[in-house]
Nanobody, 127 residues
Framework: QVQLVESGGGLVQAGGSLRLSCAASGRAFSTYVMGWFRQALGKNREFVAVISGGGGIIDYADSVEDRFTISRDNAKNTVYLQMNSLKLEDTAIYYC????????????????????WGQGTQVTVSS
């Protein structure tokens, strides 16, 4: 069992930056695939980024590539999402997710590819 707690959300002006953190409890954090998803008001939850257990495989949604960076510190049981050059359309609740299996990139770009979810943290980008 893994419990995930996100933090770091808030209100930021367009063009600004935020860093989200997701702290995981439980054992063997380094074996878990970690993902970030987001859900804007009235929209489906969408993939943002994923990182493999050892950090060697990383993938991003096209909409955030070159602006967001996912990373993890296995010694601290924490995964991060550094968000730069934020846009109005990045406004959403951001969720951290974890799963013990990699499966495939396709699987890990889907909400169905994760067994564990955090409660989410709100990110609001203003003009």
């Amino acid at each position: 069992q893994v419990q995930l707690v996100e933090s770091g959300g808030g209100l930021v002006q367009a063009g600004g930056s935020l860093r989200l953190s997701c702290a995981a409890s439980g054992r063997a954090f380094s074996t878990y695939v970690m993902g970030w998803f987001r859900q804007a008001l009235g929209k489906n939850r969408e993939f943002v980024a994923v990182i493999s257990g050892g950090g060697g495989i990383i993938d991003y949604a096209d909409s955030v590539e070159d602006r967001f960076t996912i990373s993890r510190d296995n010694a601290k049981n924490t995964v991060y999402l550094q968000m730069n050059s934020l846009k109005l359309e990045d406004t959403a609740i951001y969720y951290c997710a974890a799963d013990a299996e990699w499966g495939s990139i396709t699987t890990k770009r889907s909400t169905e590819g994760y067994a564990y979810w955090g409660q989410g943290t709100q990110v609001t980008v203003s003009s």
